[in-house]
């Protein structure tokens, strides 16, 4: 097997004397879909955050491409090409969709590959190329997180952190979105890591599953495994 | 959602006024117009007024100088600062130790002026940076203070007493010491702060720190160095102040600790926000009715103050976000 794109090695988060992570260890390959499942407060937001440094680890590393980033600065991760999608998807509501857009190649100097880009985001999302000149907040949840992962896509990352892209939208929206994830994944490569409560959703769509539990790892394996197990489909995807 | 695009309702008469006024000047043509007649006016004010309007006048140009620098860091970057006066002061003393003591000349005094600005921006910029809202506006609070009992208890600054003998600049062979000399030198940097200041706003800079007001953490997560921006935000809000600290020093050519207390700070947070933060237009708004209101209402004695007081808490409590915003905001967030 190729060596992992991200690896988490023993990674342990505290806040303060709470520890929120304690060891963990995820390996996510070239061009997969890796869901990390569990309940609330298992650990999954702040998995992300550390890989993205939002937070700082208190111990452990996360591998990038064979280069340790457990202490680099949020920037720094995401100019080596991992780009995290917020929980709450953190749209910017007072500006329009173009200049959130625009945010997403902020790191990009040129002028040219940004247009090329943005052209691509809304030749994949055309509801945002409708609404490109409304604020972000006038968006309805569906199509804000639609503009979430379409900025976050604007960077071109090597790697997609998304975090609960399904919270609060409605079932069918949950699909269409699960889609466009897919979608990624298989037209540009793109490796994703997916943080999902919705464990039905997230385990149709991914290759491999961890599952959380009070920030430890319980359970690993293929998406379809988990989706057999017994324990999983009592805890987390209802009968 | 649906009921999310609906129009912010125009509620008060006020604000309709202020609306369609506003709307009249999105028009370009009657913008640059008013703006050319304005600035028209400005330039043949001098002859025409007396030394008490050009003495007002110039005090504007100064505010506007001052505001637009406090503007970067408050509008621009959305960090809330309260100790401005201190980084003013800096630029003030700076000028006013090397020209009254050393006897150095006052334009060479101005890049030393802007260094110790910077250094004081990154004295300030550094232990804060992890500091967001309320506890960011203490520690400036606190270094405004601070900065003002060190001045008054050192021996090079003069102590309570302060500096005397600032030695006035010399402009091409022109010593500058008429009121109307000033009046069109504060005028000229009110000129360049403007467009400074909007250069900024359209830079890559500019867009970064606004990102980095709406939201730190996503600016973060899209790859915006928010320590960086956030450093530039406090050195570059501080070397506007200093430059305009360093000519007021040589127009009064003596200065104390008194000039550069906490309400002078206030005085400038008033002028930004009541116009309306990171606004150009705002800010400069802002500072006009800071400036001339209480002066125009002179005639009234000791109620001036009151009126000036009623009036800013009825623009506050049905203009919150300023009289003159950056952008209309959404009413119900989410």
Same mark, same amino acid.
């Given at each position: 097997m190729s060596q992992p794109v991200l690896s988490l090695n023993n990674l342990e988060t505290r806040y303060g004397q709470i520890y929120?992570?304690?060891g963990i260890n995820i390996e996510v390959k070239e061009s997969e879909i890796v869901a990390l499942l569990g309940a609330n407060g298992a650990g999954k937001s702040t998995t992300l955050k550390t890989i993205s440094s939002l937070i700082q680890a208190s111990s452990g590393s996360v591998i990038f491409q064979g280069q340790d980033? %457990?202490?680099?600065q949020p920037h720094a991760i995401v100019e080596k090409g991992v780009i995290h999608v917020p929980e709450g998807r +953190?749209? *910017?509501?007072?500006? %329009?969709v173009k200049e959130n857009l625009e945010l997403g190649s902020f790191?990009?100097?040129?002028n040219v590959e940004r247009k090329k880009r943005m052209k691509r985001a809304f030749e994949m999302f055309p509801r945002l190329e409708e609404r490109q000149?409304?604020? #972000? #907040? *006038?968006?309805s949840g569906g199509e804000q997180q639609m503009l979430a992962i379409a900025r976050a896509l604007m960077t071109e990352p090597k790697l997609l952190l998304l975090d609960e892209?399904? +919270?609060?939208?409605?079932p069918i929206i949950v699909n269409n979105i699960m889609d466009i994830i897919r979608q990624i994944n298989k037209e540009q490569g793109t490796t994703i890591l997916l943080v999902e409560q919705n464990a039905k959703a997230a385990l149709k769509l991914a290759h491999r599953g961890y599952v959380l539990e009070t920030g430890e790892i319980v359970m690993e394996g293929n998406a379809d495994e988990l989706s057999k197990d017994e324990s999983i489909v009592k805890a987390y995807l209802g009968e | 959602m649906a009921e999310n695009k609906k129009k912010p309702k125009l509620t008060t008469p006020l604000e309709s006024i202020i609306e369609s006024l506003f709307r009249f000047f999105d028009n370009k043509v009657y913008r640059y117009t008013a703006l050319f007649a304005a600035s028209g006016f400005l330039l043949i004010l001098p002859s025409l007024s007396s030394r008490f309007t050009q003495e007002i006048m110039t005090n504007l140009f100064f505010y506007v100088v001052v505001c637009l620098g406090l503007n970067i860091i408050i509008?621009?970057?959305?960090l809330l600062h309260l100790g401005y006066a201190a980084f003013f002061a800096v630029g003030a003393y700076t000028t006013g130790i090397m020209s009254s003591r *050393?006897?150095?000349?006052f334009w060479l005094t101005l890049p030393f002026s802007v260094v110790a600005a910077v250094l004081a921006g990154l004295a300030i910029g550094f232990p804060t940076l992890r500091l967001r809202g309320d506890y960011l506006a203490i520690v400036t609070l606190g270094f405004g203070e601070i900065t003002r009992l060190t001045i008054r208890n050192l021996d090079i600054t003069g102590g309570a007493v302060g500096l005397i003998g600032i030695q006035r600049p010399v402009f091409f062979g022109i010593t500058l010491n008429q009121i109307s000399h000033f009046y069109y030198m504060f005028f000229i940097l009110a000129i360049l702060a403007i467009f400074v200041s909007y250069r900024l706003h359209d830079s890559r800079m500019g867009r970064a720190w606004e990102y980095i007001r709406e939201d730190e953490d996503a600016a973060a997560a899209m790859g915006i160095n928010v320590t960086t921006s956030r450093l530039y935000a406090f050195i570059i809000g501080s070397s506007f102040g200093a430059v305009a600290g360093s000519f007021f020093a040589a127009k009064m050519t003596a200065i104390s600790p008194?000039? *550069? +207390?906490f309400i002078h700070s206030v005085m400038f947070l008033m002028a930004v926000v009541l116009g309306g933060m990171g606004k150009i237009p705002g800010v400069v708004l802002g500072c006009i009715i800071v400036v001339l209101i209480p002066e125009i209402s002179?005639?009234? #004695?000791?109620y001036r103050l009151l009126i000036f007081a009623f009036m800013l808490l009825i623009i506050m409590l049905y203009r919150p976000q300023g009289i003159w915003p950056d952008r209309p905001t959404i009413s119900a967030k989410e």
């Open positions: 929120a992570l304690r980033i %457990t202490y680099d +953190m749209i *910017f509501k007072e500006l %329009t790191t990009l100097q040129d000149q409304q604020m #972000g #907040g *006038f968006l892209p399904s +919270m609060g939208l409605a | 509008g621009y970057a959305g *050393f006897g150095i000349d008194d000039s *550069f +207390m002179r005639d009234i #004695g000791q």
